[in-house]
């Protein structure tokens, strides 16, 4: 149960994140509101995985498939930087969350 808390706590970080670009530094109403909702849910929903979870894994974790996300996400719809040393150290933020869940599973 822990691991699919921080799942979701880490897909929720990817909304909110992605919901405060669209916000235009809170200027627009419905993506803050969701940037605001998202981010208080993905805290709370890590601190609950965080009662199970060393906290070097499980905040390695929620942190790396957050940038993993939102990195991916801004080169998908965004239209960001697709270079190969770009894509590399998303690889390896992959290998590294990867490694993390099976070092400490």
Known sequence: ???ILLMAASLLEIVWAMSLNASQGFT???PSLIAVI???VSFFM???ALKSLPIGTAYGVWVGIGTF??????IVALGESQS???L???ALIVIGVAGLKFVDG
């Open 69 to 74: 996300g939102v990195a991916l996400l801004g």
């Open 38 to 40: 998202a981010a208080g």
């Open 1 to 3: 149960m822990p691991w």
């Open 28 to 30: 627009r109403m419905w």
């Open 88 to 90: 590399l150290c998303l």
């Open 84 to 86: 190969p040393a770009r």
């Open 46 to 48: 890590l601190s609950l």
